[in-house]
C-alpha cells in the first residue's frame, strides 16, 4: 500500500478547491486523515482516487445518466433565522391578503351606498339639473 503523504495544501492543489474544501472533505469524511505530531496529512493514493472519482461524478452531473441533488449545509443558527424570516414572510402575506380583503371589501360597501343615494329621486333631479348646464 502506498504511504506517501502529502499536506492539505498540496491535496487542495491537485483537486483544484481550496483547501477549506479538503477541510470540508475531511469533515464528512469522503477524505480521511494520517496524523504525524501535530500535523496532519492524506494519503496520496487516495487524493488520486478521489480525483478520479469527481471527474467521473462531474461529467455524470453534465447529462451523463444519474439524477444528482444539490446539498446545502447550513449551521442551526442559520437554518433557525431562515426559519424565522420565513414566518415573518407567511405573517406579512396573510396580513397583506387580510388588508387587500377589508379594502376590497370596504370599497365595495362605499359603492352600494353611492348607488343606493344616486337612486333617490331628489339627487336624481339634482343631477339632472347640474349635467344640462355642463352640456348646453
Known amino acids: 500500500m ?7 495544501k498540496v491535496a487542495a492543489k491537485a483537486l483544484e478547491v481550496s483547501e477549506k474544501t479538503i477541510l470540508r472533505y475531511l469533515k464528512t469524511g469522503r477524505l480521511s486523515t494520517v496524523k504525524e505530531g501535530r500535523r496532519t496529512y492524506l ?9 478520479q472519482t469527481r471527474k467521473t461524478e462531474k461529467g455524470q452531473s453534465k447529462g451523463q ?11 442551526r443558527v442559520e437554518y433557525e433565522k431562515l426559519l424565522t424570516e420565513l414566518g415573518e414572510l407567511r405573517e406579512r402575506n396573510r396580513l397583506l391578503l387580510e388588508y387587500r380583503l377589508t ?14 343615494v344616486e337612486r333617490t329621486p331628489v339627487l ?8 344640462s348646464r355642463f352640456v348646453k
Do not use: M, P, Y
Open 103 to 116: 379594502k376590497d371589501s370596504e370599497i365595495n360597501e362605499l359603492k352600494q351606498k353611492l348607488e343606493a
Open 124 to 131: 336624481q333631479g339634482i343631477a339632472k339639473k347640474l349635467f
Open 65 to 75: 445518466g444519474t439524477d444528482t441533488k444539490d446539498t446545502v449545509s447550513l449551521t
Open 2 to 8: 502506498d504511504k506517501e503523504l502529502v499536506s492539505i
Open 43 to 51: 494519503l496520496s493514493n487516495e487524493v488520486r482516487t478521489f480525483k
